[in-house]
């Protein structure tokens, strides 16, 4: 039997290379007799660009940039395809992993110095960028990105906007006049894990401003200043940022840059398996074991281990999933895509010891999974 090892992360616990290591070395103790193919996958969140540049043999370029509130770090960005394509990490400039609890401010975190690492990127002279936006600290709709590139915000009185994104709600035009002259002449994609649009109950900031350190009230001065967005870039532009799928993801970035970059929303999961000729991986394989921190009827919205089932079952694979938490109640939607799925926990814990023991779960749980896969596999 041959078992390919295809996990999300697990999201504030276990990078994806590490879960699929610890099943792998779960299948090695057991006593099934097999062997495995690790494939950490990636669906646009946190980690995702990481992925690409090992699995594309890239390179990475180190340049200093500004982190969500305004303080000079240093980042990375990669290059592929002998350096005609980029890949970048939001997350790498403008990731919540960059604060600390208490600096989570939406209203104050901007996008800006991923907006630098695309200039730079640019200056590269490279024709596509593949932008990975999990993980992010922002509810800026792009607008510190589109800065960064040359954009102006302006109010009524034709003064930059300053203390974006918080100042949004007196935008009254958007200058392009100084942007970028290279974004016409590069293809961006962004890669997405969620389907949310820009505004309402399932918008950016109602879903993800809480996620991010806005209050209540927080967040309802996010929705207003987003949706001045919107009206304003409507009336300039005629694109209706509110109607975009993927929009709301990372905060309003992907409406934002599609409106006024053109940038290609896709779904990151499919996105990631294409770039990284996942099908070729399946073609010599058994079965395949994917997984993350949570598998429920959200996880059918693109996230990766729906990817890659959907992939498993369009070969007629099976699928086992291993996550931290799984529905109580049997699903016919999740049973379609995963044969089995089992929860690694096997004791009732506080959140933060779960994911503190997760390797060691997923280790014990695999050895359980094989040891179960070699009673099927004894000869009569």
């Given at each position: 039997?041959?078992?390919?090892?295809?996990?999300?992360?697990?999201k504030n616990s276990l990078a994806a290379p590490g879960v699929a290591e610890a099943i792998k070395e779960g299948?090695?103790?057991?006593?099934?007799?097999?062997?495995?193919?690790?494939?950490?996958?990636?669906?646009?969140?946190?980690?995702?660009?990481?992925?690409?540049?090992?699995?594309?043999?890239?390179?990475?370029?180190?340049?200093?940039?500004?982190?969500?509130?305004?303080?000079?770090?240093?980042?990375?960005?990669?290059?592929?395809?002998?350096?005609?394509?980029?890949?970048?990490?939001?997350?790498?400039?403008?990731?919540?992993?960059?604060?600390?609890?208490?600096?989570?401010?939406?209203?104050?975190?901007?996008?800006?110095?991923?907006?630098?690492?695309?200039?730079?990127?640019?200056?590269?002279?490279?024709?596509?960028?593949?932008?990975?936006?999990?993980?992010?600290?922002?509810?800026?709709?792009?607008?510190?990105?589109?800065?960064?590139?040359?954009?102006?915000?302006?109010?009524?009185?034709?003064?930059?906007?300053?203390?974006?994104?918080?100042?949004?709600?007196?935008?009254?035009?958007?200058?392009?006049?100084?942007?970028?002259?290279?974004?016409?002449?590069?293809?961006?994609?962004v890669l997405c894990d969620v389907e949310n649009v820009l505004l309402g109950e399932k918008g950016a900031a109602?879903?993800?401003?809480?996620?991010?350190?806005?209050?209540?009230?927080?967040?309802?001065?996010?929705?207003?200043?987003?949706?001045?967005?919107?009206?304003?870039?409507?009336?300039?532009?005629?694109?209706?940022?509110?109607?975009?799928?993927?929009?709301?993801?990372?905060?309003?970035?992907?409406?934002?840059?599609?409106?006024?970059?053109?940038?290609?929303?896709?779904?990151?999961?499919?996105?990631?398996?294409?770039?990284?000729?996942?099908?070729?991986?399946?073609?010599?394989?058994?079965?395949?074991?994917t997984g993350e921190g949570s598998i429920d009827l959200q996880t059918l919205d693109g996230k990766g281990p729906?990817?890659?089932?959907?992939?498993?079952?369009?070969?007629?694979?099976?699928?086992?999933?291993?996550?931290?938490?799984?529905?109580?109640?049997?699903?016919?939607?999740?049973?379609?895509?995963?044969?089995?799925?089992?929860?690694?926990?096997?004791?009732?814990?506080?959140?933060?010891?779960?994911?503190?023991?997760?390797?060691?779960?997923?280790?014990?749980?695999?050895?359980?999974?094989?040891?179960?896969?070699?009673?099927?596999?004894?000869?009569?």
């Amino acid at each position: 039997m041959h078992i390919l090892i295809a996990p999300n992360a697990f999201k504030n616990s276990l990078a994806a290379p590490g879960v699929a290591e610890a099943i792998k070395e779960g299948l090695q103790i057991s006593k099934l007799k097999c062997t495995s193919e690790c494939f950490p996958v990636g669906d646009g969140g946190d980690g995702t660009g990481e992925l690409l540049l090992h699995h594309c043999h890239g390179v990475s370029e180190k340049v200093e940039v500004h982190d969500p509130l305004g303080r000079k770090i240093f980042s990375t960005f990669g290059l592929i395809d002998g350096g005609k394509t980029a890949i970048i990490e939001m997350a790498d400039a403008s990731g919540l992993r960059l604060l600390d609890p208490n600096e989570l401010d939406p209203l104050k975190a901007s996008s800006y110095g991923t907006g630098e690492l695309i200039s730079r990127a640019l200056e590269k002279g490279v024709e596509k960028i593949i932008l990975c936006i999990g993980g992010s600290a922002t509810v800026d709709g792009g607008v510190g990105i589109l800065q960064a590139l040359g954009c102006r915000f302006l109010n009524k009185d034709g003064n930059e906007l300053s203390d974006l994104p918080g100042s949004l709600s007196e935008l009254k035009e958007v200058d392009l006049s100084k942007l970028n002259k290279k974004t016409s002449n590069c293809k961006i994609i962004v890669l997405c894990d969620v389907e949310n649009v820009l505004l309402g109950e399932k918008g950016a900031a109602a879903v993800f401003g809480p996620q991010k350190g806005a209050t209540p009230e927080g967040v309802k001065k996010l929705e207003n200043s987003l949706a001045n967005l919107r009206n304003v870039v409507l009336e300039s532009t005629g694109k209706d940022m509110a109607m975009l799928k993927h929009g709301g993801a990372a905060g309003g970035v992907a409406a934002g840059l599609a409106a006024l970059l053109n940038a290609e929303l896709v779904n990151g999961i499919d996105h990631f398996l294409s770039m990284t000729n996942f099908e070729d991986a399946l073609k010599k394989t058994d079965l395949v074991i994917t997984g993350e921190g949570s598998i429920d009827l959200q996880t059918l919205d693109g996230k990766g281990p729906f990817g890659v089932a959907k992939k498993a079952k369009e070969k007629q694979l099976p699928v086992i999933a291993l996550a931290g938490k799984i529905p109580l109640q049997p699903s016919s939607s999740l049973d379609h895509y995963f044969d089995v799925m089992v929860c690694i926990n096997n004791e009732l814990m506080e959140l933060s010891s779960a994911m503190t023991h997760s390797k060691i779960n997923l280790v014990r749980t695999a050895a359980t999974i094989g040891n179960l896969l070699a009673l099927g596999n004894k000869p009569d």
